[in-house]
């Protein structure tokens, strides 16, 4: 991944009209590698506990890479988590409300994106974990963006999508960028997803949750091929053990989640998670539970005692992270795969001058 600032085309900074529309048809930038949308649009299932817990590891692994986390969620939760009042941040205008509103979109190489990166307050936190913080005003942003696409959807959908997929290329410094969403289908949600370059969903194991999971599916593959986010697999958070295994009626919605997701991936998602779709497991327990609520994480500590007969807490997720970061340069490679016999296709004469070298 580039450090460099990426070079931003200035005709982002007005608003589009027709020939700019046109213009975006051959308008190909790339996405910031290391983006990863963490979703499902139901509520309750850990979607905030699991970009905490991976924005920790991610950071403690490897402390010479930047992770940044992104709290879109106008409930905040994750920024009250990690320590920040919102209505004390809003304050200070560095939220993710003020960096993403209407008037932001014709801004791009005028704003100073790093600024709304901040490191993240609890005193065990790694120093190369930053966060976005959320605002509460969030909530209106919706309202604000639905009055401005009122005016000229298509126009303003590409804007907005434009505009979070520059601002994310310019946190290129950080190797991760977690992002948490809510769970609906908000405006900045569906830019976030598409701007994103990977997601991951977060479920627990109960039958309910089978149903919802290709609905969500679909809702991805509404998203146009060449900007689709890649699935880096879904998380099972919250199992119940029971003698070391899963009980009963999880291991079943587990069979269907597997199933439901498998069906619907495309060639490159079979070549990489094809075979076992569950990115990682969680255990509930009273600990995760804790480590979301409490500002000084002491809980991190009892991450590492093994309850009866189960993986700590501390092995779950390590196991999460390490797989995360294995699928993900099993995307690296299956692109770059397709990307060499693309372009000796388009070139058979630098396939031939291949051969020819080869002893
Ligand atoms: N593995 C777990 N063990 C115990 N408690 C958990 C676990 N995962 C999540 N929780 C608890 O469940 C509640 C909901 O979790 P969380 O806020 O992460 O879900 P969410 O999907 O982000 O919710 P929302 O959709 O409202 O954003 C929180 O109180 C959290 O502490
Ligand atoms: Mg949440």
Redesign the pocket.
């Known amino acids: 991944m580039s450090n460099e600032r990426p070079q931003c085309p200035k005709f982002l900074d007005s608003p589009f009209d027709k020939a700019t529309l046109a213009k975006l048809e051959n308008f190909v930038q790339p996405k910031h590698s290391g983006t990863i949308c963490?979703v499902?649009?139901?509520?309750?299932?850990?979607?905030?506990?699991?970009?905490?817990l991976l924005g920790y590891y991610l950071a403690h692994g490897s402390p010479s890479e930047k992770v940044l986390l992104f709290d879109i969620?106008p409930?905040c939760?994750?920024s009250l988590?990690l320590g920040f009042d919102p209505d004390e941040v809003s304050k200070t205008e560095l939220t993710i409300y003020n960096l993403v509103k209407p008037s932001k979109w014709t801004k791009v190489t005028k704003t100073n994106f790093g600024g709304y990166a901040v490191p993240v307050k609890d005193q065990f936190a790694p120093k190369n974990l930053h966060i976005v913080p959320g605002s509460f005003d969030v909530d209106h942003l919706d309202f604000e963006i639905m009055q401005t696409l009122v005016s000229d959807e298509k126009r303003y959908q590409e804007q907005l999508f434009l505009y979070v997929k520059q601002m994310l290329m310019a946190f290129s410094e950080y190797k991760y960028v977690l992002i948490?969403?809510?769970?609906n289908k908000m405006f900045l949600t569906q830019a976030m997803l598409r701007a994103s370059n990977f997601y991951a969903v977060?479920t627990?194991p109960d039958i309910i949750s089978t149903y919802g999971m290709p609905r969500l599916l679909r809702w991805v593959k509404e998203i146009p091929s060449a900007e689709r986010p890649k699935l880096l697999g879904y998380v099972l958070?919250?199992?119940n053990r029971s003698g070391g295994g899963m009980v009963n009626s999880q291991a079943t919605a587990d069979f269907r989640l597997q199933q439901s997701i498998q069906s619907g991936l495309d060639s490159n998602e079979k070549k990489v998670i094809g075979a076992n779709p569950c990115l990682g497991r969680?255990?509930?327990?009273?600990?995760?539970?804790?480590?979301?609520?409490e500002r000084d994480k002491y809980s991190r500590f009892d991450f590492f005692n093994p309850t009866s007969r189960q993986p700590s807490?501390d092995e779950c997720i390590d196991d999460l992270r390490n797989n995360l970061k294995q699928r993900i340069q099993k995307y690296e490679w299956v692109e770059a795969v397709a990307a060499t016999i693309a372009a000796q296709r388009d070139n058979p004469k630098q396939r031939s001058q291949t051969y020819n070298a080869q002893p």
């Open positions: 963490v499902n649009y139901k509520g309750g299932v850990g979607k905030t506990t699991v970009t905490c969620d409930q939760s994750l988590a948490d969403c809510p769970p977060v627990i958070n919250a199992l969680i255990p509930r327990l009273d600990v995760i539970a804790k480590f979301l609520g807490v």
